[in-house]
């Protein structure tokens, strides 16, 4: 059986996530883990600095949470509190559960420190040992059934495919592949072109509905934004390629994430020993 986390601050994006985590979850035949983590010492916590208290409390809106969804679940919901720096301990409850998906909201507790905003949701998609989504509290509708697949010059581009794949047959949904144009070089265009029509190929070989645009512009985020304002898209997926070899994802990916108005997959690009890369990505 595989494994859902979900991370839970109790705010009303991170509901809004677990409302979207419990159709996924079905859609993969698997289990769900609420993790909340315990920060007692913030001066903007929920919660009393007593750290007792703290975890009382957590443990208990997290079972009520439990009782409220766990009956929409085909399968086990549990949760677990833990203590410690928010994106560590998320990270490790994914890796100890041998995850499947990390599931969050990117916007986390109001006021000047938002758990899953800023620095907390980059460096959850960076370190995740699993393919994550991000959830945004503005969306609200009730299935997935477009999935936006962009698509660039770089080789690592194509890797995403195949969990792509996965989760539009899982959740019965269609795939709009886009070339993203962020050049005039024709051999860069040509490039994209062809990875457009390899991916389409693959997409069509396996059954899935699929259909096949370009965009462009001057920066890749930019050209994703766009097209989602414009065409009705429910989710996108994205590389989550990391800056300078930090713990924080690229700009371009940040830029998605937190604007994006549908949730955002990332999935981790792997290393490759050779020019002729294959569709294999994480999950």
């Not at 969050?104 to 000047?112: D, L, Q």
């Amino acid at each position: 059986m595989s494994e859902i986390v979900v991370a839970i601050d109790f705010s009303s994006c991170s509901v809004n996530a677990l409302k979207h985590s419990v159709k996924i979850a079905n859609a993969f035949d698997a289990n769900i883990t609420l993790v909340h983590v315990c920060k007692p010492c913030s001066d903007e916590s929920l919660y009393s600095d007593n750290k007792d208290m703290h975890y009382r409390e957590a443990e208990k809106r997290l079972k009520e949470m439990v009782d409220d969804f766990s009956p929409l679940l085909n399968n086990k919901m549990r949760y677990k509190v833990r203590d410690g720096k928010v994106y560590s301990e998320i990270v490790n409850e994914a890796k100890y559960n041998e995850a499947e998906i990390l599931i969050a909201g990117t916007h986390g507790i109001s006021g000047f420190e938002e758990y899953f905003i800023g620095s907390n949701a980059y460096r959850l998609v960076s370190l995740s040992p699993c393919p994550m989504i991000t959830i945004r509290t503005v969306f609200q509708k009730k299935d997935i059934k477009k999935i936006l697949l962009p698509i660039d010059s770089t080789p690592e581009t194509r890797q995403k495919t195949n969990f792509a794949a996965e989760v539009a047959l899982k959740l019965n949904a269609e795939i709009r592949i886009l070339g993203v144009y962020d050049t005039g070089i024709k051999d860069v265009r040509k490039k994209i072109k062809n990875y457009v029509h390899q991916v389409k190929g693959f997409f069509d070989q396996k059954g899935i509905p699929n259909s096949a645009d370009f965009g462009e512009g001057k920066k890749v985020s930019g050209i994703i934004l766009d097209y989602i304002g414009i065409h009705d898209l429910d989710m996108v997926v994205m590389m989550s390629e990391k800056d300078n070899s930090t713990m924080i994802i690229g700009n371009e990916a940040q830029r998605v994430i937190n604007h994006a108005p549908v949730p955002v997959l990332s999935i981790h690009p792997k290393l490759t020993v050779s020019s002729n890369v294959t569709f294999s990505g994480s999950g």
